[in-house]
């Protein structure tokens, strides 16, 4: 089994388990961050109070909305990222030994090329799993759309399918795909594609950092008495979680525009809450709501993310130095 494949294997697993322990958090903020109410006066729910109202209005099952399709485009995701993230860090491992042979640096793979890595990693993650995350967008902010729907009028037969909130409608996977392709086709399937791309900088700013981290981490070790002791799984979640919230910080902003594009477009409602494209979403929100609108729910984000990251990089080192055990000990007995 190669090394790519061992760690895409592992990333997958890790992150499935990362899900399964933040969903609930995930729920809330992506409602959050698709809220589009311009009252400024209108008292804003803390995330516990959220969750609690979600439980008491919707039931249990609503803060797990999506969670079949999310957990497949979690799998796919980490497996996907770990996987081309291995296949060219190798390559950047192999080109920094050329390097060094040439007398340039000193063999190791620098920061720039850790974030080149990253970023060509998370291009190729977000060209091939956007149509999942649209999905789980919109299983995620179903309930609170169909609700936002005025009540004081009378409404259409295509309206009263919506605001039948009070006993939400089922509304799997299936359902989410025809929505999505009713509205745009196939390519609805690629909505917030754009800022998604540039959000390939969230991993690759959490990766550089942690790879920074760990390998001054790993140095100060060899220069000290503790030359023998490897890095354990709490200090992988405590690095994990430090990098993940840097990059958190720097790129929420674009997190928030892109699950605007994905969620539910209302064509006959407020034009203020209908987005043609990245660049019209972003102008409406600066026009409308302000700069603040760019950081709603990112307490909520920050929490969910970090906690999700440390789990899943604690998780996949665990996995990869277990494979690497058994594979060498079945090497050995051979």
Known sequence: MSDALINGLAGAGGGIIAQLITYPLQTVNTRQQTERDLKKEKRKLGTVDQMCQVVKEEGWGRLYGGLTPSLAGTAASQGVYYYFYQIFRNKAEVAALEQMKLGIGDGSVGML?????????????????????????????????????????????????????????????????????????????????????????????????????????????????????????????????????????????????????????????????????????????????GFYGFYKGMSTKIVQSVLAAAVLFMVKEELVKGARFLLTSKTTKS
């Open 113 to 289: 090329s850790s974030l080149v890595v990253a970023a060509l990693s998370g291009c190729v993650n977000v060209l091939l799993t956007n149509p999942i995350w649209v999905i789980v967008t919109r299983m995620q902010t179903h309930t609170k759309i169909s609700k936002s729907l005025p009540e004081t009028r009378p409404i259409t037969p295509d309206e009263a399918v919506l605001t039948a909130a009070t006993e939400p409608p089922p509304f799997g996977t299936t359902h989410a795909i025809q929505e999505v392709y009713g509205e745009a086709g196939v390519w609805g399937f690629w909505r917030g594609v754009f800022p998604t791309l540039i959000m390939v900088s969230n991993p690759s700013i959490q990766f550089m950092l942690y790879e920074t981290m760990l390998k001054k981490l790993r140095k100060r070790r060899d220069l000290s008495k503790q030359r023998n002791k490897g890095v354990t799984a709490l200090e992988t979640f405590l690095l994990g979680a430090l990098a993940k919230l840097g990059a958190t910080v720097v790129t929420y902003p674009l997190l928030v525009v892109k699950a605007r594009l994905q969620a539910k477009q209302i064509a006959t409602g407020d034009k203020r809450h209908h987005y043609k494209g990245t660049l019209d979403a972003i102008l409406k929100m600066i026009r409308y709501e």
